[in-house]
């Protein structure tokens, strides 16, 4: 019976989507490259770096590396081993859906246990620092100090998660819990030289699937992007996001919140960029509110990131559970900071400033402002320069198997 219903449900989904794009093709297709622009201009060109870095660090044995080093921190903290600094590190510093990937990889080498990945994963997918000093504080608000607030705010919440998810899974049989006593660089040294002899391909294979690997997660962060684009234009158009939000109204009224923020804050749920853009949007008297529901929906992740991450998950044995329920964890926690923080950090810092600097100045010389309009300038010719050399990677490989 719960499959039928499951086949039930999906199926209908699918030919609401299907009728929908019919009825407002026009729509969907401005909702559709709305999506497409953000990813080759923005998304690709950001991450891609990252990506085969990673791919990298994890053939030539650096993450072995940093794990023996950190396993006195991570352990303790985290209850994981210390190669999970290198996916938290990582995630921090280029965000969603990094982590995802990284702790995917180190499951799939079996470096983790299940329980010990999901814990990773639950901390690891957070917004980059790009995205919330240029995006979010400068891009939305116009205020490059408050990039200083959101940021603490959400990277001390997701270590507040970490923390609190170190107690998932505690019950099961404990495996791989390799305690060591004295941790020195010659111990990492030889962890690392011992994953790199494991690995026979020679340099050029290795950089080739680096390369080939990232690109294949990256067009399936395009496609989702793309995808989510489209369903919240869709949803809005026939009505169903405006009878959502009535109900969300209710919920932002017992926290005495603005009800106005219904509509972007659910449009944040769905994707992040586009529901804190109409956050930013609204007029209200304080700004204390916006701020608020933007370091949740951050620590949401929004339903596009979570698909992304669960596609990622999909193909190991870990599960999506865990880390949906932390979302709900980081964003509520991130929000209670914000509200503390949002004083100290905020307006006693503004209130102490003594000379005024104009904002079009502070735009100029925020350097997360020149990374995002260097991104925006070059982003889709970067896009397709590695476009073009994954296509000549599968053909290479593709003649050598013939």
């Given at each position: 019976?719960?499959q039928i219903?499951k ?13 929908s794009l019919?009825?407002f093709p026009?729509?969907a297709?401005e909702a ?5 622009n953000l990813?080759?201009e923005v998304?690709f ?16 044995g ?7 080093l950190?396993e006195?921190?991570m ?9 999970g ?7 921090m510093?280029?965000?969603?859906p990094t982590g ?10 079996k470096?983790l ?7 990773l994963?639950a901390?690891?997918?957070n917004s980059?620092?790009l995205?919330?000093f240029g ?5 939305f608000?116009?205020d ?12 001390s919440?997701n270590a ?5 998810m170190r107690?998932h899974g505690?019950n ?5 819990q390799?305690?060591?006593k004295k941790v020195?660089?010659t ?5 690392m030289?011992?994953?790199?002899l494991?690995d026979?391909?020679p340099?050029g ?5 680096a390369?080939?690997n990232?690109i294949k997660t990256?067009?399936?962060v395009?496609?989702?992007?793309t995808?989510?684009?489209v369903?919240i234009?869709?949803?809005?158009l ?10 969300i109204?209710g ?9 106005e923020?219904a509509?972007?804050?659910?449009s ?7 529901g804190?853009n109409?956050?930013?949007q609204?007029?209200?008297?304080s700004l204390l509110?916006?701020?608020i529901l ?7 992740n929004?339903?596009s990131?979570?698909a992304q991450?669960?596609?990622i998950?999909?193909k ?11 979302r709900f964890?980081h964003g509520?926690i ?5 509200i ?6 905020y307006l ?5 400033e ?6 079009s100045?502070?735009?100029d010389?925020?350097?997360?402002t020149k990374?995002v309009?260097?991104?925006?300038q070059?982003?889709a010719l970067?896009?397709?320069f590695?476009?073009?050399l994954?296509c000549i990677?599968?053909?290479r490989?593709t003649?050598?198997k013939?």
């Amino acid at each position: 019976m719960k499959q039928i219903i499951k086949t039930l449900l999906f199926s209908g989904m699918t030919i609401f989507i299907t009728i929908s794009l019919i009825q407002f093709p026009d729509q969907a297709l401005e909702a559709s490259i709305r999506g497409l622009n953000l990813w080759w201009e923005v998304v690709f060109p950001s991450l891609l770096p990252f990506f085969i870095t990673a791919e990298l660090l994890l053939a030539f044995g650096v993450v072995n590396f940093i794990g023996v080093l950190f396993e006195p921190i991570m352990r303790p903290l985290f209850n994981i081993p210390g190669v999970g600094s290198f996916g938290w590190m990582m995630g921090m510093a280029s965000g969603y859906p990094t982590g995802a990937k990284i702790a995917a990889r180190l499951r799939e080498e079996k470096q983790l246990t299940r329980i010990e990945a999901e814990r990773l994963v639950a901390f690891t997918n957070n917004s980059s620092p790009l995205f919330i000093f240029g995006a979010i504080s400068v891009g939305f608000f116009h205020d490059a100090t408050l990039g200083v607030l959101i940021a603490i705010c959400h990277y001390s919440s997701n270590a507040f998660v970490g923390i609190a998810m170190r107690f998932h899974g505690r019950n099961e049989k404990k495996k791989l819990q390799e305690r060591r006593k004295k941790v020195s660089i010659t111990m990492a040294f030889k962890a690392m030289h011992r994953t790199r002899l494991k690995d026979k391909r020679p340099f050029g294979e290795i950089l080739g699937d680096a390369v080939l690997n990232s690109i294949k997660t990256l067009i399936m962060v395009g496609g989702f992007i793309t995808l989510f684009s489209v369903l919240i234009k869709l949803l809005f158009l026939v009505g169903v996001t405006p009878a959502i939000a009535s109900v969300i109204q209710g919920i932002l009224s017992l926290f005495s919140l603005p009800i106005e923020f219904a509509l972007p804050f659910l449009s944040g749920l769905f994707e992040i960029t586009i529901g804190a853009n109409m956050i930013t949007q609204i007029t209200t008297d304080s700004l204390l509110p916006k701020v608020i529901l933007v370091s949740f929906i951050l620590g949401f992740n929004g339903f596009s990131v979570q698909a992304q991450v669960a596609s990622i998950l999909a193909k190991t044995d870990i599960r999506f559970l865990p880390y949906f329920f932390a979302r709900f964890l980081h964003g509520t926690i991130a929000s209670i900071l914000t509200i503390i923080l949002f004083k100290p950090l905020y307006l006693d810092k503004q209130a102490s400033e003594t000379i005024d600097i104009p904002v079009s100045q502070t735009l100029d010389d925020n350097i997360w402002t020149k990374i995002v309009d260097l991104l925006t300038q070059n982003g889709a010719l970067f896009t397709f320069f590695f476009l073009g050399l994954a296509c000549i990677i599968l053909y290479r490989k593709t003649v050598k198997k013939q």
